[in-house]
């Protein structure tokens, strides 16, 4: 089963002794199935939340206003049985760092064989089948062998591999992986690169990619969402994004990314200044106080989100339709 | 792993002979002519020297040393210096009581404690968390001799539901069970709160790892994660600490033995000090020493079974 996935007005902050954290606000997303969808932006800005968030495994501390319609459910709105229930069923979530993502103490096998506990249909010889089966679809030889192994018997690269395919045996609707491939080597990251792409030809979920790498998210995605301060500052089709960005800071984002330069530089570009603070943020426009182009408005009024070609949005002064 | 198993083996033989080098050390230092003690100011000289050397002492003491672990090797421990019955025998008799006690008590503790502690984990920071905490550091500062005669008056004088003193008929699985319970709970109720108390610190900690968001990512229920993906990480500290501790439940049976009146290595090692009875010490003490070493290298090895990281560490 799949269906389209929507965040609308969705904010998320953290309570903690020192006050409200504003991780998120009013993010308005959406993806449909069979899209692979980017959410690109630097450490600390909210990428992490957002998926968080999606995946319905934030702290205790967290606060949710607005809502995550998927497939007509609110998610936000869901008692948290329900919300386990929808976890590794409809929603999977490839993690961050493959290192630490496995249980050291048990096998491979027996992970993968816990984490298909919805499909009560299948006994444990079967869900061990669709074990091997998928091992092998993700590139894994040996796929008997590296069942019974622990996964610090294997390599960063195999284990991203048995993460993917742990996601993939609960057949999601949507399948999130949250930068997949930042922990991994050159090497590594391209053969997971080939991988996902692979794989999506034959997956009519949705996948959405969490990276901080301009590069993963211009080859694997059709849409992607630039994220600054716990805001979408602009999005849209990946061509559009990577060949007209409107925002500022995707501009900026853009012009630092080094596989973009030809020649050698002495100095690579960077943005001036950092990220405001999430618990007491500008007035205007999160990114005023960085951004060149700032004029009078910028700092006092906070930008609406302007609609530009197609699915294209920006949420700046400075941009007109 | 056996190359592992064969070096922890040696260097427990090697901590057996240096407890017994200590042991005769100690006996040799002691000032005053063991004799004279056991025997009263009045006893003849020729019953003072027949002693002296049916206990072996008129030997040189790397002598009697050497003679010991000869004659343990056959597994002869000398004999009892009044009753002239072997030691093995005598310890033999007493053993069973004491470690059916001392197992007993470990298994109360780790089967109430165990749980104690996930459910402290699962229900962290509510009033439930907060009360198994306060009882846990409770029964840990109770001494379980205060326990024992407590429960000695409640149970076995007012309310007459247990009995007071032995180990139960001989053959009677009832009756033994019925005479284990008090002596049993005072030994493992401070274990109860120590066994929580660490379940709980280490599990909290394993529950902060990325891989138990990975198991929650995946939906598995709560107790599922508990008891399967944190506890097989968390109970590891909990297996040194016991088997640390089965030295100190071991001792501790010395005295609920005494007041439970209860035959077993406690009281066999309390009365022969008491009456300078060398060869019944020694042997008690050797075969107290070798259960204590083994424990220590079985829960190693338990460890290296549960945690494949550990296995593979004393592998290569």
Redesign the interface.
């Known amino acids: 089963m799949s269906g389209s996935l929507a965040a609308s007005g969705l904010s998320v902050r953290y309570e903690t002794p020192h006050g409200a954290v504003h991780a998120l606000r009013h993010v308005d997303i959406e993806a449909h199935p069979g899209e692979v969808i980017g959410i690109v932006g630097e450490s600390g800005c909210g990428k992490s939340t957002l998926v968080t968030a999606l ?1 319905n ?1 934030l702290p205790a501390n967290a606060r949710v206003d607005g809502s995550i319609s998927y497939n007509g459910i609110d998610l936000a709105k869901l008692d948290a049985h329900r919300q ?6 409809e929603i ?2 490839v ?3 493959p290192m ?7 096998t491979i096998g027996d ?1 993968l064989v ?2 298909q ?2 499909r009560r249909d299948l006994g444990r010889a079967q869900k061990r089948a669709r074990i091997a089966a998928m091992l092998g679809r993700v590139g894994i030889a040996d796929a008997e062998r590296r069942m019974r192994s ?1 996964p ?2 294997l390599s960063g690269g195999m284990r991203q591999r048995v ?1 993917i395919a ?1 996601a993939l045996l ?1 057949d999601p609707g949507l399948l999130i992986a949250d930068e997949p491939t930042t922990a991994l080597d050159v090497t590594m990251e391209a053969q997971i690169i080939h991988l996902l792409r692979e794989l999506r030809r034959d997956y009519n979920g949705i996948i959405i990619v969490v990276s901080h790498h301009l590069g993963v998210i211009a080859e694997l995605c059709d849409r992607v969402y630039v994220m600054y301060a716990g805001e979408v500052v602009e999005g849209g089709a990946v061509d559009a994004i990577f060949h007209d960005a409107r925002h500022p800071y995707t501009q900026a984002l853009l012009a630092c990314d080094p596989a973009r330069f030809h020649e050698r530089l002495d100095r690579l570009p960077t943005i001036p200044g950092s990220l405001p603070s999430l618990a007491q943020l500008p007035s205007g426009c999160v990114y005023a106080p960085r951004c060149e182009r700032s004029f009078a408005p910028c700092g006092t009024i906070a930008p609406p989100l302007v609609t530009l070609l197609g699915s294209h949005v920006a949420r700046c002064h400075a941009v007109t339709p | 792993m056996l190359a592992y198993a064969v070096k922890r083996i040696g260097l427990g033989l090697l901590i057996l002979v240096l407890v017994m080098i200590a042991m005769y050390a100690a006996v040799f230092l002691v000032p005053g002519d063991p004799a004279t003690v056991a025997l009263g100011p009045r006893a003849t000289p020729e019953l003072k020297r027949l002693l002296i050397e049916r206990m072996g002492l008129d030997q040189p003491v790397w002598w009697q040393i050497i003679e010991f672990f000869r004659n343990a090797l056959t597994g002869n421990l000398g004999y009892d210096v009044w009753s002239n019955r072997p030691v093995s025998t005598l310890v033999l008799e007493a053993l069973p009581n004491t470690l059916v006690l001392g197992l007993t008590a470990l298994a109360i503790a780790l089967l109430i404690g165990v749980p104690l502690g996930c459910l402290s984990v699962m229900r962290r920071g509510t009033a439930a968390d907060a009360v198994i905490g306060v009882l846990s550091v409770g029964v840990i500062a109770v001494p379980s001799f205060v326990v024992a005669i407590y429960s000695l008056l409640v149970f076995a004088v007012t309310l007459r539901w247990l009995p007071a003193i032995g180990a139960g008929e001989a053959g009677d699985f009832a009756s033994q069970a019925k005479a284990l319970v008090m002596p049993a709970a005072a030994i493992a109720l401070g274990w109860i709160g120590y066994i929580a108390r660490m379940v709980r610190a280490s599990m909290m900690e394993v529950m902060g ?3 138990i ?9 709560e107790w ?1 994660i508990v008891s ?2 944190a506890l ?2 968390a109970i590891i500290p909990t297996i040194s600490l016991v088997a640390v501790g089965l030295g100190s439940i071991l001792s501790s049976a010395v005295f609920v033995e005494a007041v439970f009146a209860r035959p077993g290595i406690g009281k066999l090692i309390t009365d022969a000090v008491n009456t300078r009875n060398y060869p019944v010490v020694m042997g008690t003490v050797l075969i107290m020493t070798a259960i204590y070493v083994s424990i220590t290298i079985a829960a190693d090895l338990l460890i290296a079974r ?4 550990v296995r ?1 560490v004393f592998r290569g």
């Open positions: 995946a495994l386990r229930l929808l976890r590794g069923d999977a979530l993690s961050q760092d630490t993502a496995f249980n050291p103490v048990l992970q816990d984490f506990h919805h622990y610090h018997e993460a742990a609960t | 790892e990325p891989h968001r990975t198991a929650r990512s995946f939906g598995l229920p599922k399967k993906y097989r990480i549960l945690d494949p990281r593979d």
